[in-house]
């Protein structure tokens, strides 16, 4: 057999979404387990609904799932001259053919074949026509008449479709500009593509195209349809149902290989794993194991895998992806402890990385104080704690969190207080909140100099609170 071709052919018209990335995602697998080639396609040939900016984002978003193609990124509306070719060679050989009929004419037939309770398709009122007609025309293919198109769906076993059930098919507009169902054939055949692997909202589509290829004296590619993502309550995935872009995955604060690992699991699966490292994805991915039903998503897994990999992934790497967060929060990660020593501090409290950065940002810049925790914890009682541990620490030597943790008790054991009473006023000055780390921690990654000049301001704060 030759070569393995894959390829991932979105339209630039919106955002990548979670479905599409997931086509990507089996692409690629096939492409790498089979040692083939995989290709990106950008199908931009809705020129009023595509933009600049939706291909930026299919680009993007390829880029941060790390999903590289071996060629491409091809663009269809710099393939004109080619499908125009393929066009007239069609016409030539009677395989195509002009249509005049009006916009009206169509629309007044498929209200009567609707009203008749019939399949809305053209009539072939223009496939014999001997003399040419009047005005702007679209071309239409030559369906044939008779017979069944057959194939091997890889995922869904054999399908078949009478051709008395598809009419002659527009592949050219009026205004010259070809159609989607032609283009894809043109790509598909140019760019040797030996696996199609797509949306099963593909699949009345693909008849069309086998019928097309064969007409083009072309070997058509095999087929895999995969079902569709429904969203919890059953529908299918939209924005409804909360993010459904895939760069929108990234700025809620996951990582790539948390979301590429629920999308593989997505309506496939390898025994009862559930933690697949990309060699593993690799191995064991096959399109035999994919499953025909549709798969519901759920944003609690997606939350626990991320939550995963933030524990477990390679600390250098989440902290590429938390800077990223960091900086959209204005936070200048120079001004703090290094990322990688932070993650293992936040790692068990956040189940996103957006969350550990929004829980992390008084470690980078001045501290904001939370209302209702001063009020709380800034008490009459507060203030002697909060002295007693200032003064410790003035006088420590090794800032570290062995030793830090000593002062903490050897205050509790002085005021004759229990860490519970301790605890939480040395954590609203240093964070401004109750939540943080462990208290020997969180003084460990702020510093001698800013955990002194908090506890100084908080020692005035209760104060103050005590006099008014």
Same mark, same amino acid.
């Given at each position: 057999?030759?070569?393995?071709?894959?390829?991932?052919?979105? &339209?630039?018209?919106?955002?990548?979404?979670?479905?599409?990335?997931? #086509?990507?995602?089996?692409?690629?697998?096939?492409?790498?387990?089979?040692?083939? #080639?995989?290709?990106?396609?950008?199908?931009?040939?809705?020129?009023?609904?595509? #933009?600049?900016?939706?291909?930026?984002?299919?680009?993007?978003?390829?880029?941060?799932?790390? /999903?590289?193609?071996?060629?491409?990124? @091809?663009?269809?509306?710099?393939?004109?001259?080619?499908?125009?070719?393929?066009?007239?060679?069609?016409?030539?050989?009677?395989?195509?053919?002009?249509?005049?009929? &009006?916009?009206?004419?169509?629309?007044?037939?498929?209200?009567?074949?609707?009203?008749?309770?019939?399949? +809305?398709?053209?009539?072939?009122?223009?496939?014999?026509?001997?003399?040419? $007609?009047?005005?702007?025309?679209?071309?239409?293919?030559?369906?044939?008449?008779?017979?069944?198109?057959?194939?091997?769906?890889?995922?869904?076993?054999?399908?078949?479709?009478?051709?008395?059930?598809?009419?002659?098919?527009?592949?050219?507009? =009026?205004?010259?500009?070809?159609?989607?169902?032609?283009?894809?054939?043109?790509?598909?055949?140019?760019?040797?593509?030996?696996?199609?692997?797509?949306?099963?909202?593909?699949?009345?589509?693909?008849?069309?195209?086998?019928?097309? !290829?064969?007409?083009?004296?072309?070997?058509?590619?095999?087929?895999?349809?995969?079902?569709?993502?429904?969203?919890?309550?059953?529908? %299918?995935?939209?924005?409804?149902?909360?993010?459904? &872009?895939?760069?929108?995955?990234?700025?809620?604060?996951?990582?790539?290989?948390?979301?590429?690992?629920?999308?593989?699991?997505?309506?496939?699966?390898?025994?009862?794993?559930?933690?697949? =490292? %990309?060699?593993?994805?690799?191995?064991?991915?096959?399109?035999?194991?994919?499953?025909?039903?549709?798969?519901?998503?759920?944003?609690?897994?997606?939350?626990? !895998?991320?939550?995963?990999?933030?524990?477990?992934?390679?600390? *250098?790497?989440?902290?590429?992806?938390?800077?990223?967060?960091?900086?959209?929060?204005?936070?200048?990660?120079?001004?703090? +402890? +290094?990322?990688?020593?932070?993650?293992?501090?936040?790692?068990?409290?956040?189940?996103?990385?957006?969350?550990?950065?929004?829980?992390?940002?008084? @470690?980078?810049?001045?501290?904001?104080?939370?209302?209702?925790?001063?009020?709380?914890?800034?008490?009459?009682?507060?203030?002697?704690?909060?002295?007693?541990?200032?003064?410790?620490?003035?006088?420590?030597?090794?800032?570290?969190?062995?030793?830090?943790?000593?002062?903490?008790? #050897?205050?509790?054991?002085? /005021? $004759?207080?229990?860490?519970?009473?301790?605890?939480?006023?040395?954590?609203?000055?240093?964070? $401004?909140?109750?939540?943080?780390?462990?208290?020997?921690?969180? /003084?460990? !990654?702020?510093?001698? *100099?800013?955990?002194?000049?908090?506890?100084? &301001?908080?020692?005035?704060?209760?104060?103050?609170?005590?006099?008014?």
């Amino acid at each position: 057999m030759s070569a393995i071709r894959t390829r991932f052919a979105p &339209s630039p018209t919106g955002y990548l979404h979670v479905g599409g990335a997931r #086509t990507a995602l089996y692409c690629w697998l096939y492409a790498q387990k089979k040692k083939g #080639t995989f290709i990106l396609r950008i199908e931009d040939t809705d020129i009023e609904r595509s #933009t600049q900016e939706s291909v930026q984002a299919i680009l993007d978003a390829m880029d941060w799932l790390e /999903l590289g193609y071996e060629e491409g990124p @091809f663009y269809q509306t710099k393939r004109f001259d080619r499908y125009n070719a393929v066009i007239e060679q069609l016409l030539k050989e009677g395989k195509a053919y002009r249509c005049y009929c &009006s916009k009206e004419r169509l629309e007044a037939l498929r209200e009567e074949q609707i009203a008749n309770k019939l399949k +809305p398709r053209y009539d072939g009122f223009c496939r014999d026509r001997k003399e040419p $007609g009047e005005g702007s025309f679209a071309i239409r293919f030559r369906n044939p008449d008779d017979g069944v198109v057959e194939f091997n769906d890889l995922i869904r076993g054999h399908l078949a479709f009478n051709n008395t059930e598809l009419d002659d098919l527009v592949i050219a507009r =009026s205004d010259g500009t070809p159609t989607y169902n032609f283009t894809v054939v043109v790509d598909d055949w140019d760019m040797k593509i030996t696996h199609v692997i797509r949306g099963d909202d593909h699949i009345n589509n693909t008849p069309r195209q086998i019928n097309i !290829l064969r007409a083009l004296g072309a070997t058509p590619p095999l087929y895999a349809h995969v079902s569709m993502i429904l969203g919890d309550d059953g529908k %299918r995935l939209s924005k409804r149902h909360g993010a459904v &872009s895939v760069m929108q995955y990234r700025e809620e604060g996951f990582l790539p290989e948390a979301l590429l690992n629920y999308l593989l699991r997505l309506g496939w699966s390898h025994g009862d794993q559930e933690i697949f =490292s %990309r060699k593993e994805m690799v191995e064991f991915f096959d399109l035999d194991a994919v499953n025909k039903a549709p798969a519901a998503f759920n944003t609690e897994k997606l939350l626990w !895998l991320n939550h995963h990999y933030i524990k477990n992934g390679e600390p *250098e790497h989440v902290a590429k992806e938390l800077a990223w967060h960091m900086e959209r929060l204005g936070l200048d990660i120079k001004q703090g +402890p +290094p990322l990688t020593v932070l993650i293992k501090a936040q790692a068990d409290r956040a189940k996103t990385l957006r969350e550990m950065a929004e829980k992390s940002d008084y @470690f980078y810049r001045d501290v904001q104080f939370n209302d209702e925790a001063v009020n709380q914890h800034f008490t009459q009682e507060a203030a002697p704690v909060l002295i007693a541990v200032r003064d410790a620490l003035v006088a420590l030597k090794e800032w570290n969190k062995e030793a830090l943790h000593l002062v903490v008790q #050897t205050v509790c054991e002085k /005021l $004759g207080l229990k860490l519970g009473k301790v605890a939480p006023p040395i954590r609203v000055a240093v964070s $401004g909140n109750t939540m943080s780390p462990s208290i020997d921690i969180t /003084l460990e !990654l702020l510093g001698r *100099e800013r955990t002194l000049q908090r506890l100084e &301001s908080a020692i005035l704060m209760c104060e103050r609170a005590r006099v008014g």
